[in-house]
């Protein structure tokens, strides 16, 4: 199989902020924006607001009638890429966020035809917003989920803003995106992209 890079790749965001639309979310802005820095590289896809959704608490793939997670895991396994978008709260991830890890550790035992977890080959990023402190500490939190459910992470894998400490200015407040944080968000839209594709290329090996 050849992959170049004009290979067309698919993304989903899931915004984990803590509320629902059509209320105003940095971390859903954060995301859009990602997801149109991953645009620049070939990458379509959409952006998921998971408290617009009904995703029960559990560890399994269907957590029973009204469940709205299979449907956002069929999404998840038709794309090469998934962006987590999470807030900070009180020093860690949303406890959407965290539902959204606990349910993704159903894939743990969801396999293919060699034995391979099904989010092999799937590259992961995170986005993170607060007036507080706390992004590397967030982003290593995901990060670490990630991986052990079978995401990739490319170097730079995390882009963010954070505001001054005990203030309430959010990102979406901010008059125009800092340079720092798009220049970040470019790196990870391409290191993503780039590893979306190799791995496209080059599967992982069966154990």
């Known amino acids: 199989m050849t992959t170049t890079e004009t290979t067309p790749l698919r993304a989903v965001a899931l915004v984990c902020t803590l509320s629902p639309s059509p209320a105003a979310s940095s971390s859903q802005l954060l995301a859009e924006q990602t997801m149109a820095a991953l645009g620049e590289h070939g990458v379509t896809g959409k952006v998921i607001r998971i408290a617009d959704h009904d995703v029960r608490p559990g560890v399994q793939t269907d957590m029973g009638e009204g469940d709205a997670w299979p449907g956002i ?25 965290q539902r959204v890890m606990e349910r993704l550790d159903a894939e743990i035992s969801e396999t293919d035809d060699e034995g391979r977890p099904l989010t092999y080959g799937k590259v992961a990023a995170v986005c993170v917003v607060g007036n507080e402190d ?38 979406q407040d901010l008059d125009k995106t800092p340079e720092a944080t798009s220049a970040t968000t470019a790196t990870l839209a391409a290191n993503t992209a780039h590893l979306a594709r190799q791995l496209k290329a080059s599967p992982y090996p069966s154990s």
């Open 134 to 171: 706390g992004a590397h500490k967030v982003s290593a939190d995901l990060f670490q989920g990630l991986n052990d459910v079978g995401f990739s992470l490319a170097p730079n894998a995390v882009t963010y803003w954070v505001g001054e400490a005990m203030q309430g200015t959010d990102y």
């Open 73 to 97: 895991r069929d999404t998840i396994l038709g794309a090469d890429i998934l962006v987590l978008s999470t807030p900070i709260w009180l020093g860690h991830p949303s406890s959407i966020a």
